[in-house]
């Protein structure tokens, strides 16, 4: 995650869908808390220009009901020029009780390693975590040291503690979008050793992304009530997320 993609289309995506899964829209109990780990990169990456997928606010008829509290308080803090990762978590989209951890992803090993214990340590307590690498789950290809993804030894690390854990991936052109999903279920459910395959949801608007959420067994029932209703809500119908992401790949 980087501070120029604040509040654009996909950033409405991406707090959806945690709002959805905290019960904090729809309003539903019991709250599960959040804490988030925004991946930020040590140095920017990537054009400024990425992040003016911004269209959506003047969109309210396709895009306002799916959680119009939401719709508002992005538009706000756009208009208020605060474009920034501290002015999303002062707002209280994503609930008052959410936790964040934004240390910058260092590349060298020791000192991502320290990094990683001290971002577990700074959701401790949370039921949900969600994970915001800039490019997502790091392929073969992005070596050991990217600071732009997370390696599933981290996501393991959140799992391992008990979390919800939910991760932010940016599908590529590697094969088409299903496949790699398909894929990344597979190797996830392998490598973290899971009872049961992630949820995977895809995301429409913008880049095309993916949201894999694995849930802790003590939030398994209300994770896989929310993603139903998530499933018929305005989100699906007006197809930002489509009609088959909100089931367990298969």
Avoid: N
Avoid at 5 to 12: A, E, H, I, L, Q
């Amino acid at each position: 995650m980087q501070h120029h993609f604040v509040g654009d289309v996909g950033d409405f995506g991406k707090y959806g869908l945690l709002r959805a899964l905290t019960g904090e829209w729809p309003a539903s109990g019991p709250r599960l808390t959040l804490g988030v780990v925004w991946y930020l990169p040590s140095g920017a990456v990537g054009y400024a220009a990425d992040g003016q997928k911004l269209s959506y606010l003047s969109q309210p008829d396709r895009f306002k009901s799916c959680d119009p509290a939401l719709y508002d308080a992005l538009g706000q803090l756009l208009d208020g020029g605060d474009r920034s990762l501290g002015a999303v978590e002062a707002s209280g989209i994503l609930g008052d009780s959410a936790v964040f951890f934004d240390g910058p992803v260092p590349q060298d090993p020791w000192s991502r390693e320290r990094w990683l214990q001290e971002a577990v340590r700074a959701v401790r307590g949370r039921d949900i975590v969600f994970l915001d690498p800039d490019k997502g789950l790091a392929p073969p290809s992005a070596g050991t040291s990217s600071t732009e993804h997370a390696y599933l030894h981290e996501v393991e690390a959140f799992a391992r503690s008990g979390h919800t854990v939910v991760v932010y991936h940016h599908l590529g052109r590697t094969a088409t979008h299903p496949i790699q999903m398909r894929g990344w279920a597979e190797r996830l459910t392998y490598e973290l050793r899971l009872d049961a395959e992630p949820y995977v949801l895809w995301y429409r608007r913008g880049t095309a992304r993916t949201y894999f959420v694995i849930p802790a067994t003590a939030h398994a029932e209300a994770i896989g009530e929310r993603l139903h209703r998530f499933g018929h809500s305005r989100w699906f119908e007006r197809r930002h997320f489509t009609e088959a992401e909100v089931v367990r790949a298969r």
